[in-house]
């Protein structure tokens, strides 16, 4: 949903964008449809005559700042994520301390 204008030379363009995209969960390794938005998109171009204008660069840039930097499938609370499940379980099963060895040591003091 973008507005276009032209006004003193320059051509100005505001609105939202959203667009899906596919990423990859960084707990389970899933493929996930995750849809980006760009709440506030603005951009402001000074136009020297008639001339085409490509917005792509523009677009392409908000959307990819918008992309979460750590994706998780379970991030709308549409999914369960299984990488968290795995991750859950094994805190809560008890393993032996790496340290115990070293524990059992009697040093002289």
């Given at each position: 949903?973008?507005?276009?204008?032209?006004?003193?030379?320059?051509?100005?363009?505001?609105?939202?964008?959203?667009?899906?995209?596919?990423?990859?969960?960084?707990?389970?390794?899933?493929?996930?449809?995750?849809?980006?938005?760009?709440?506030?998109?603005?951009?402001?171009?000074?136009?020297?005559?008639?001339?085409?204008?490509?917005?792509?660069?523009?677009?392409?840039?908000?959307?990819l700042?918008?992309?979460?930097?750590?994706?998780?499938?379970?991030?709308?609370?549409?999914r369960?994520?299984?990488?968290?499940?795995?991750?859950?379980?094994?805190?809560?099963?008890?393993?032996?301390?790496?340290?115990?060895?070293?524990?059992?040591?009697?040093?002289?003091?």
């Open positions: 949903d973008i507005d276009l204008g032209v006004a003193s030379g320059g051509l100005w363009a505001n609105g939202s964008l959203s667009q899906p995209v596919e990423l990859r969960c960084v707990s389970c390794l899933q493929k996930f449809t995750y849809e980006v938005r760009v709440p506030a998109f603005a951009v402001h171009l000074e136009l020297g005559g008639p001339e085409t204008v490509d917005l792509t660069p523009f677009v392409r840039e908000d959307i700042l918008n992309l979460p930097v750590h994706p998780h499938c379970d991030r709308d609370g549409s369960i994520c299984t990488g968290k499940q795995v991750e859950n379980a094994r805190q809560e099963t008890k393993q032996k301390s790496d340290w115990s060895a070293l524990d059992q040591l009697k040093l002289k003091r």
